[in-house]
């Protein structure tokens, strides 16, 4: 959620785009915070995720300040707890952060994130990544090959047919999660 959402105006802010920026700068950091890598590798249980607050904060007001310390303190909060295998992308998320709010205090001014800014940042790590880090692709979902569309509405919500006895032929299976509860993460508060 948006820092400007959880402070004395929450539910009274004029959402901007600069809040969905915001909100997807959020979810990069949970990203690299809760994964080990690519392909659904998940961090080990025991790890020591700061971030981990974020998730389980039920005070508003609180939930705020963390966010804010943590952007503020980036090294110490976000980058010294990442795993190896973000470590090079570190860079790149806290100048995203700086480009979100460059006075450096979260807590105290808005966010001015722009679509051209987290573009520009972004385009220059995909090329960084593209020459120096290459990996092969991931397949991230399933894909069973595709099914023409149906003329009835409910039959083409479900585009992919799979053939087991247990679901209908346009049913989509249950994927079991591969990360567990935040809750059960270790953070600051556990030590």
């Not at 004029?14 to 950091?29: F, K, Q, R």
């Not at 080990?36 to 607050?53: M, S, T, W, Y």
């Not at 090959?145 to 087991?164: F, L, V």
Request: proline share 9%; charged share 25%.
């Amino acid at each position: 959620m948006p820092l400007a959402s959880l402070g004395k105006n929450q539910g009274k802010y004029i959402h901007t785009p600069a809040h969905d920026l915001e909100s997807l700068l959020h979810v990069a950091l949970g990203l690299v915070n809760f994964t080990a890598g690519p392909c659904g590798q998940v961090r080990n249980p025991n790890d020591f995720v700061p971030l981990a607050r974020w998730y389980n904060m039920t005070d508003r007001k609180q939930l705020r300040k963390d966010k804010s310390i943590d952007l503020d303190n980036y090294e110490e909060e976000i980058h010294a707890s990442l795993p190896d295998y973000w470590k090079p992308l570190s860079p790149y998320l806290h100048r995203l952060i700086l480009a979100t709010w460059p006075r450096l205090d979260p807590l105290k001014s808005e966010s001015v994130a722009t679509h051209d800014t987290f573009r520009k940042i972004l385009k220059e790590a995909l090329a960084h990544f593209t020459i120096n880090h290459p990996e092969n692709l991931c397949p991230y979902a399933r894909i069973t090959g595709k099914r023409p569309r149906s003329s009835t509405t409910e039959k083409g919500r479900y585009p992919y047919k799979h053939s087991r006895q247990d679901v209908g032929p346009i049913a989509r299976l249950p994927q079991f999660a591969m990360i567990k509860p935040f809750a059960e993460w270790r953070d600051s508060c556990d030590d």
